[in-house]
């Protein structure tokens, strides 16, 4: 359609002109205006919006009121001989201007940041080996890196996310799938072994550029922690133990049966058979609580009758899970009440015990234990643990299968040189599951002396 003799033809394209239909519409609804208060209007919007929104506004404008025309042209003409501001050239070799570019936010995991990457190694041998590497929290200091070993041999980090988390506003906590674990698969030829193990840590501790490393492990993890300790002392600033299993294996000897292992030697010079005796019926009163637990959850949860004991009244010790536990979602809800009764005081949160079974592989345990030198590197640990001179913290459970009680452990921290224990009643192996609050308390006070100590 050509535009009325009297309308200037301003060029404007239709989504621009549609874009500014209301701010016309709003001008020709308005108060009827004298042509100066209408050529006050529209030289308003040229100051506030630009020449072309007032030329669009006078287009329409001109459509509907007889002598616009003149007074579009007049805006016109005026608002072209204002001057546009200069815009400044930079020089051709000045860098680009980024001030609006700020780097993509780490993803949230329970509204704590976390880096995710991989480590990429190659053994001796030639093989190589990627490792899954999760960085959590912020360093709010220098030196506020704490790399944590998760259990096993064969578990992954996962399980140690809810430790860290309410730390994680001032230190920041590297976690990691070690060798064979669930992210961090080792396929052939890559070997799993304990030093294999040891040195991939030392390879992380590079990558972060750490001069020296304070370590938090926990359950076997610690086994990790005084192999680590024992090839690189130097490297080594601190160690959190949490939930430690005994250093050294279990012996078989005249004077030491099994179930005590070698550095009660140094410790304990008179452990007796009384002691083993009672260390044994410890033992069986625990498996014997736990299993109740297990039989108390699964009744309440409907996995076993209520009435069991008087439907197998012949068979003193049924074997309830094979008698009653039949589907797939009934035997993992079997598996995840009886590894959370094992590892905790209550067992009644077996619900937070997520994933399990696939996320363990046992292959690297029988893999590791394979190794003809594996046993006497791990009576080296306590040797190696006793002679370190920088701090040494302890927490561990009342109820902690590794340690009941504890017993050896209150011996043990007296035999190093910068040690303390943290005996959580009424915790199991999985002490923040059971006694959130005071591990975290606990764990905050270790983290404290061991990377910031108070000047002796």
């Known amino acids: 359609m050509m535009n009325p003799p009297d309308v200037p033809d301003f060029s404007i394209s239709c989504d621009e002109f549609d874009r500014h239909r209301p701010v016309a519409r709003s001008l020709i609804r308005s108060t009827p205006m004298s042509l100066t208060e209408r050529k006050n209007t529209l030289m308003s919007i040229i100051s506030c919006d630009g020449l072309m929104l007032a030329m669009r506004a006078m287009a329409l404008l001109c459509l509907c009121i007889p002598g616009i025309g003149e007074l579009a042209a007049e805006a016109q003409d005026t608002a072209k001989a204002t001057p546009e501001p200069k815009t400044k050239v930079p020089p051709a070799n000045a860098p680009a201007n980024t001030e609006t570019v700020k780097p993509t936010p780490f993803p949230l995991d329970g509204g704590v940041p976390v880096n995710q990457w991989y480590m990429n190694t190659t053994d001796a041998d030639g093989a190589k080996m990627s490792h899954y590497v999760a960085e959590y929290g912020v360093e709010s200091k220098p030196g506020n890196t704490i790399i944590a070993l998760h259990g096993g041999w064969g578990a992954e980090h996962s399980y140690l996310v809810p430790v860290i988390k309410p730390l994680a506003d001032q230190y920041r906590f590297v976690l990691y799938d070690q060798r064979g674990s669930l992210r961090?698969?080792?396929t052939p030829p890559a070997k799993i072994t304990y030093d294999a193990l040891v040195e991939d840590l030392d390879q992380l501790r590079q990558r972060l550029g750490l001069e020296k490393v304070t370590l938090m492990a926990h359950s076997m993890g610690n086994m990790l922690a005084w192999g680590y300790l024992r090839a690189h002392p130097d490297r080594v600033a601190g160690l959190i133990l949490v939930a430690p299993a005994v250093p050294g294996h279990d012996v078989?000897?005249?004077?030491?049966?099994?179930?005590?292992?070698?550095?009660?030697?140094?410790?304990?010079?008179?452990?007796?058979?009384?002691?083993?005796?009672?260390l044994a019926a410890n033992q069986e009163k625990y498996r014997r609580d736990y299993n109740d637990r297990w039989i108390r959850i699964a009744v309440a949860e409907g996995l076993i009758p209520v009435d069991w004991a008087a439907q197998n009244a012949a068979d003193p010790d049924p074997?309830?899970?094979?008698?009653?536990?039949?589907?797939?979602?009934?035997t993992t809800m079997s598996w995840r009440i009886m590894f959370t009764v094992v590892n905790t005081f209550s067992g009644r949160n077996w619900r937070e015990t997520l994933g399990g079974q696939v996320f363990y592989n046992p292959d690297v345990a029988e893999s590791i234990f394979e190794d003809a030198d594996y046993l006497s590197k791990v009576d080296a640990n306590w040797p190696a643990l006793k002679s370190f001179q920088g701090p040494v913290r302890v927490i561990i459970g009342t109820h902690d299968y590794v340690d009941l009680g504890p017993t050896f452990w209150p011996k043990l921290v007296k035999a190093l040189p910068n040690a303390r224990l943290d005996t959580i009643q009424n915790a199991g192996h999985?002490?923040?599951m059971d006694e959130p609050e005071a591990f975290t308390r606990s764990l905050r006070s270790a983290l404290e002396e061991t990377i910031n100590p108070i000047p002796k």
């Open 184 to 186: 961090s698969p080792a």
């Open 252 to 278: 078989w000897t005249e004077e030491y049966p099994k179930m005590v292992p070698l550095c009660v030697n140094d410790v304990w010079p008179e452990f007796t058979e009384a002691d083993l005796k009672l």
């Open 319 to 330: 074997d309830l899970r094979a008698l009653y536990v039949k589907t797939d979602q009934q």
């Open 430 to 432: 999985c002490i923040w």
